[in-house]
């Protein structure tokens, strides 16, 4: 489990001065980044092996609006990994009012260059040992 921390920007809000709901999936991707540099498992890494890992399906559900200079702190968690597909788990908190804004989820395959799914342990052993110690560790 991870935690991050985003900050809305004035041009992250809209006309009613709230945060666009559009911007919950990019800072989820900004949590998912995050946390995925603190595992050592770096999408360069991966994309260096020649393999890619986009969004397969995407999930937020709203609970709170948060607004401009409010602090959202992002607990991301990996719920699933089957060798082929991962599946995160993201929980939005208002870091000045406690109340959980948002709560989402993320399932990304592992593609090579022709758009194949890859089996990562056969191509990046040690990625795939450090997302089996991470699930074995939930």
Not at 9 to 19: A, L, N, P, S, V
Not at 33 to 59: C, D, K, Q, W
Not at 97 to 119: K, L, M, Q
Not at 128 to 133: A, F, R, S
Request: hydrophobic share 35%; with cysteine.
């Amino acid at each position: 489990m991870s935690r991050y921390i985003h900050k809305v920007h004035y041009y992250e809000t809209d006309k009613m001065g709230i945060t666009h709901h559009s911007n919950y999936i990019r800072f989820m991707e900004e949590a998912r980044m995050n946390y995925l540099n603190e595992t050592g498992f770096t999408m360069t890494r991966l994309e260096a092996a020649g393999i890619s890992s986009p969004v397969v399906s995407v999930t937020c559900d709203y609970k709170y609006p948060t607004t401009y200079d409010d602090e959202i702190e992002i607990e991301v968690k990996l719920t699933q990994y089957t060798g082929v597909k991962i599946v995160l788990s993201y929980v939005m908190r208002n870091l000045r009012t406690g109340n959980t804004v948002a709560e989402g989820e993320s399932s990304h395959c592992f593609i090579d260059a022709a758009g194949r799914p890859v089996a990562v342990k056969k191509t990046c052993p040690e990625i795939d040992e450090t997302l089996k110690g991470i699930m074995r560790s939930v």
